[in-house]
């Protein structure tokens, strides 16, 4: 089992920025990879971000140039730096980790609200 635990998100104005945080504890050695999703309202959950534990980074297109995903060297954690924030950014934003034996764990989710 592993637990995942977000915080950062709020509300920001356009062109604002937020940092997500999310901190895993449990089972930590069977993630692989860990990432973000986001879902808004009415709307199906994408990928934002992933990176995996070599370090390798994949970004949605609509967030390409803007959004950052880290991972600290514990590999515990992981993070979402969001700078130029949209009113499309708007969404509910969630932790996900996975791994080949474990599969996919699921934080609780944290609101982003971008005003314009």
């Known amino acids: 089992q592993v637990q995942l635990v977000e915080s950062g998100g709020g509300l920001v104005q356009a062109g604002g920025s937020l940092r997500l945080s999310c901190a895993a504890s449990?089972?930590?050695?069977?993630?692989?990879?860990m990432g973000w999703y986001r879902q808004a309202p009415g709307k199906q959950r994408e990928l934002v971000a992933t990176?995996?534990?070599?370090?390798?980074?994949n970004y949605a297109d609509s967030v390409k140039g803007r959004f950052t995903i880290s991972r600290d060297s514990a590999k515990i954690s992981v993070y979402l730096q969001m700078n130029t924030l949209k009113p499309e950014d708007t969404a509910v934003y969630y932790c996900n980790t996975h791994g080949p034996i474990s599969g996919d764990y699921w934080g609780q989710g944290t609101q982003v609200t971008v005003s314009s």
């Open positions: 449990g089972s930590i050695f069977s993630i692989n990879t």
């Open positions: 990176i995996s534990s070599g370090g390798r980074t």
